[in-house]
């Protein structure tokens, strides 16, 4: 059998099965998060695409644009990472609705608390969407603790970039979107699969 | 880059070579590494923006810009075809950052140091003298290579503009 190429790999089915693992860890994710927070949590089915890392770039505003990654790294049977996106201004909104300290002046800074709340947030919307990943695919997901950097969107998507740049320029893309108490917040997620783990994934999707 | 009519835009796992008074530019580099080349003397310029060490040991390699190795064999012939003397070449380099606190075993989350090291190596493999160099540390970083001189301008968030 050809080996398959990763770069026009998914058909609109496949991306109709990851679309449902997205809806249902977003699902799981609100529930979390809304415990968590203790606030009214929504979240609508999200976009699934398998897109040209250029425009994951310009879905967060530019190469150059500042933004906040939350990244975990995966080992088990799915391996690779997987990391949240958000712009600035979102990941410090985000923070004040749930601990109710305004963002600070200077931007860039996220202090302690806030980064805390920020990678929680981050961290609860990824294992919910590698449990649903993991139930599907029959696979062990073991996410590591989630890191945060905070840079241009071009230096942070280098990261897994790298990773998938070893079979194709392009990577699962899931927009997100969360509405605190009907407050909209717009990020995304790529994931990130080693190439061994791909091929899992595509089994498990029934493409060989 | 706004604003500059003979500025042109290397994207990731891209290349491309200028003459004077072309200015070469990438953007927001991280674990990647910006290879800058010029010819002092034709006044050629060159920029490659490499995510990975090393072509032979990927599968899908069909992409030269993207590997350090083929990239600068690649961006090499390209400056030749502008009149660049290969003797002449000098390099400076940008990049390799580690984006994420990891406390990394796995190879992969330090491909920052690896692209650096590859780039290094392949240079003196290459008998391309590297005469200044920005690498490592945890933060991304823009930069542009002016054709006319080979000054190499390095920005990056919240640290101001640097020169090699």
Same mark, same amino acid.
Request: aromatic share 6%; proline share 4%.
């Given at each position: ?6 770069? /026009? ?55 150059? /644009? ?143 | ?105 796995? *190879? ?16 003196? *493999? ?7 160099? *920005? ?12 054709? *006319? ?16």
């Amino acid at each position: 059998m050809a080996k398959t190429s990763a770069e /026009n790999i998914f058909s609109d089915d496949h991306l109709d099965i990851l679309k449902e693992i997205g809806s249902m860890g977003t699902a799981h994710a609100a529930t979390a998060l809304s415990t968590m927070v203790n606030k009214k949590v929504t979240m609508p089915v999200p976009n699934v695409s398998w897109t040209d890392f250029h425009n994951i770039a310009n879905f967060v505003g530019g190469p150059e /644009n500042i933004i906040v990654g939350i990244l975990v790294s995966l080992s088990g049977n799915i391996q690779g990472m997987m990391m949240h996106l958000m712009e600035l201004d979102a990941a410090h909104n985000i923070a004040e609705l749930i601990i109710g300290t305004p963002p600070p002046k200077d931007k860039l800074n996220f202090g302690v608390m806030e980064r805390s709340v920020i990678e929680e947030v981050g961290n609860i919307m990824l294992s919910s969407y590698l449990g649903s990943l993991a139930g599907l695919t029959n696979s062990q997901i073991k996410p590591s603790i989630p890191y945060m950097s905070v840079d241009m969107a071009n230096a942070i998507l280098s990261v897994p970039a790298s990773e998938f740049g070893r079979m194709a320029d392009k990577m699962l893309f899931i927009e997100s979107q969360i509405s605190i108490e009907n407050v909209k917040f717009s990020g995304c997620f790529v994931l990130v699969p080693n190439l061994h783990s791909f091929y899992r994934i595509l089994r498990a999707l029934g493409v060989e | 880059m706004p604003g500059k009519a003979n500025m042109i835009v290397v994207g990731m796992a891209d290349l491309n070579a200028t003459k004077s008074p072309g200015v070469l530019t990438t953007l927001g580099l991280g674990s990647c590494v910006g290879i800058a080349l010029y010819d002092p003397h034709m006044k050629v310029a060159g920029l490659a923006h490499i995510m990975l060490p090393d072509s032979k040991a990927i599968h899908n390699n069909s992409n030269h810009a993207k590997f350090a190795d083929t990239a600068l064999v690649k961006l090499v012939a390209q400056m030749e075809r502008l009149g660049a003397k290969r003797a002449s070449l000098k390099a400076k380099i940008a990049g390799g950052a580690q984006m994420f606190a990891f406390n990394a075993t796995n *190879e992969n989350l330090r491909v920052g140091d690896r692209n650096v090291e590859a780039t290094k190596r392949i240079l003196k *493999e290459m008998g391309i003298p590297l005469i200044a160099e *920005e690498t490592g540390a945890s933060f991304g970083r823009t930069v542009e290579l002016y054709a *006319e001189d080979g000054k190499f301008l390095i920005k990056a968030i919240g640290q101001g503009i640097r020169v090699l």
